[in-house]
Each structure stands twice: as structure tokens, then as C-alpha cells.
């Protein structure tokens, strides 16, 4: 099930449970896309593991694959990243999400080896799942960042931000209760 994004608290629960209701409160994301991907829809979980953080992503409505040809960029795999700003505002529809602003890099890395620099996403029908695990950050340190998945590849070469093409999806990182 998805969280509905006007949800989200970024605020320090008392504790990791709903004293009223027995929900626990995890730190994720919903993704919602945007006007050039709007059928994008998933859920991102940052769960505190030893020693960092297991990210676990589910999302549906990933476009199709299109090879890179006549000089386009492919659309897909697609490029994932913790952003600076926890905004997922539209802004210019032919360039959404930028007030989200570039790609979180607490420690000044170069690209492709920062704290917001993920796995590419690879669609199967439009439905991607993943996991991983980072040392780079713990779930607290992303709250009130964004989740953005791009239109095309990172490349994990190219300075600052991979190569990865215009924003379909994002979504807020905080604390929602599960339902």
C-alpha cells in the first residue's frame, strides 16, 4: 500500500509507535510522477540496519524503454538519487522538480561516489523493485531531502549529477505511519 504524501511528518516522533493506534512510524518516501511520467507512482523505505541503511524502492508506471539513437539520450534505465530539497513542487512542466535542487552530497564527494547516488532503476513492464545497503547516511539524515527518479541512465562518471536526463518522479523523504 502507498502512503498518501500530504501524510508525511518530518518532525522526531516520541517514539517508533502510535501510542493510539499501535501504527509504527517509518521513515520513507512516496514517489509521485510528474507531468512528463504522471502514471509513476511507489514507495521508498530507508530502514535503519547496522552500521546504515537498507533502501527498498517499489515502484509502478516506469516508462518504456527507448534506446539511445540519433543522438538522444535512452529513456531507461532510469537514474535515482537523494536530492538536497525536500520540495517536490513542479515548477516548468518541461522541466519539473527542479526546486528540489542538485543531488545531496553531504561530504563533497565527486558524482558516483556521494551519499545521494543510488542504483539505476531497471523497469520490467513499467514495475521495478530493489533493495541495497549504504553506509553513507542513517534514515534520520535524509528527512526532508527528496527522492527523484530521472529519465535516463546514470552514468556515475559525469560531474556533478551523472548524465541522468529531466525529472519523472519525487517524493518527500520523511516519517509516515504504516496503515
Same mark, same amino acid.
Do not use: I
Given at each position: 500500500m502507498f502512503y498518501d504524501a500530504r501524510t508525511v511528518n518530518q518532525e522526531l516522533p516520541n517514539n517508533t509507535r502510535n501510542e493510539n493506534r499501535s501504527e509504527e512510524v517509518v521513515v520513507a518516501a512516496s514517489i509521485i510522477?510528474?507531468?512528463l511520467a504522471p502514471e509513476i507512482e511507489g514507495i521508498v523505505y530507508f530502514d535503519?540496519?547496522?552500521?546504515?541503511t537498507d533502501v527498498t524502492v517499489i515502484v509502478y508506471g516506469l516508462p518504456d524503454y527507448q534506446p %539511445?539513437?540519433?543522438g538522444h539520450a535512452p529513456i531507461g534505465p532510469f537514474g535515482f538519487h537523494i536530492h538536497e530539497n525536500g520540495d517536490c513542487s513542479v515548477g516548468n512542466s518541461d522541466s519539473p522538480f527542479e526546486i528540489s535542487g542538485n543531488h545531496w552530497n553531504p561530504t563533497n564527494q565527486p558524482h558516483g561516489n556521494h551519499a545521494g547516488d543510488f542504483p539505476n532503476l531497471f523497469s520490467n513492464n513499467g514495475f521495478c523493485q530493489m533493495s541495497f545497503f /549504504?553506509?553513507?547516511f542513517t534514515p534520520e539524515e535524509v528527512l526532508g531531502k527528496a527522492v527523484i527518479i530521472h529519465q535516463n541512465p546514470d552514468d556515475f562518471r559525469t560531474?556533478? %549529477?551523472?548524465? /541522468?536526463?529531466?525529472?519523472?518522479a519525487c517524493g518527500v523523504i520523511g516519517y509516515y505511519s504504516e496503515r
Open positions: 510522477g510528474g507531468p535503519p540496519v547496522e552500521d546504515g %539511445a539513437r540519433n /549504504t553506509n553513507k560531474q556533478p %549529477a551523472g548524465n /541522468t536526463g529531466k525529472r519523472l
